[in-house]
């Protein structure tokens, strides 16, 4: 697995070449990347045949409105279909490009934060939110931090 970041207005080809370069751990360019990419997912495939197809996540950086999307539907369309990888994208939404959004191969997740009750009701926390309730800070102190 391979996770690194691109910034806006970067190209299809400028993140598949770093996506490579993670995948492959080729930090020369000696060889070719695209033959070393072809070895090492031949070589996953061989040796783990009961995983799924390695998988490369792309974080994309915050992006103001005037900067450019970085190219990301296109990367995505090579990495899965060139070199047979999965490919996760995380980011906010001003930082990732419409096109990404309108291929229908993708599974979008949302992750939004936890209200402070969803918080309280891991068990994990339940000691962390008793001895806050029995000083005398509860909840209210979570929810306004000052």
């Known amino acids: 697995m391979w996770g690194g970041s691109n910034a806006p207005g970067e190209g299809a080809k400028q993140v598949v070449e770093q996506a490579l370069r993670e995948l492959t751990n ?3 360019n000696f ?3 695209h033959a070393g990419t072809v070895r090492v997912v031949w070589w996953y495939r061989l040796l783990f045949p009961f995983l799924p197809a390695p998988l490369v996540v ?3 950086l915050e992006r103001s409105n005037e900067m450019k999307f970085a190219e990301l539907a296109g990367a ?3 990495l899965t279909t060139d070199y047979n990888v999965q490919v996760i994208v995380t980011g906010v939404d001003s930082s ?3 096109e990404l959004f309108r291929t229908g191969r993708q ?3 949302s ?4 209200e402070t009750q969803q918080i309280a009701d891991f ?3 339940s000691e962390l939110f008793r001895q806050l309730k029995h000083s005398g800070e509860g909840l209210e102190r979570l929810r306004s931090p000052s």
Request: charged share 15%; no cysteine; hydrophobic share 55%.
């Open 96 to 98: 990732l490009e419409p």
């Open 123 to 125: 068990q994990e926390f």
């Open 76 to 78: 995505v369309h090579i």
């Open 58 to 60: 792309i974080h994309t």
């Open 107 to 109: 599974r979008l997740f």
């Open 31 to 33: 060889a070719s990347l």
């Open 111 to 114: 992750v939004n934060m936890f």
């Open 26 to 28: 080729m930090r020369f």
